[in-house]
């Protein structure tokens, strides 16, 4: 039986949820790169300054990706209007089931970004610094990847169950914006080393602002369990790299 890691220092939250066929790419890093001086600094500087674990598969974990007040105001700004609900319940053999809302970011289209601080973290996204920041942390070759940017929401009763991701996926870097969140409200991510919850080696809870960075193998294992009945919404970022 492997031993759960609970300890919130370094909360494992680690998951790229369901990928779209029609999610929006942009091919990164991006030609049309903003001025270094409209970056959100702190989300380079940290994906520099963590390191990769390899164990039960290779990710990392940030405790604060971002500013605090910049999370905060990315929480307020959560455009939840636009979200599209899926109902996965039933599935065939081998396929994961999955009840969430999602809603794909084109990052070529800045007319449709979300107001508030969201074009300063779509813009970092975008830029190549931030693909250069991503392949050193996990030392993929990220070079001719595309990008793909997508909003999350689970609500009480939603859930992923345990899969690895498609092989088209190299990178994905997930950020946390769950205004409010605490370690009661359940919807932890299960950072597995099989394809079963009871295989679970760590558990944690998306802490506001928090961030994790997966690197796709056949082993990488995941799931996110359902938010408690008072919990919040469950909501995030994600932002992966593609073959």
Known sequence: MPTMDTDAQHSDTLYTDVQHTDTPYTEAPGADAPPTDTLHA????????????????RY????????????????????????DRLDRSERRTGDKTYRLGTHGIDLGDRAQWPGGPWPQLLATLACPAYTTAVARLTGVDLSGARLAVSLWEYGSGDWL??????????????????????????????????????????????????????VR???????????????????????????
């Open 60 to 83: 990392a974990w940030l405790d604060r990706a971002v500013a605090p007040a910049f999370a905060a105001g990315l929480a307020a700004a959560f455009p939840s209007d636009r979200l």
């Open 161 to 214: 169950a345990p899969h690895v991701d498609k092989a088209d996926k190299l990178v994905t870097q997930i950020l946390y914006l769950s205004a409010g969140w605490t370690e009661e409200h359940g919807g932890r991510l299960l950072v597995l080393d099989g394809p079963d919850t009871a295989r679970t080696v760590a558990a944690h809870a998306p802490l506001p602002g928090s961030s994790a960075v997966l």
């Open 217 to 243: 193998s056949r082993t990488s294992w995941h799931a996110v369990e359902s938010p408690a009945s008072a919990a919040p919404p469950r909501r995030s970022l994600t932002a992966t790299f593609l073959r």
């Open 42 to 57: 702190p989300l380079l500087d940290g994906l520099a300054n963590t390191r990769l674990r390899s164990a039960p598969w």
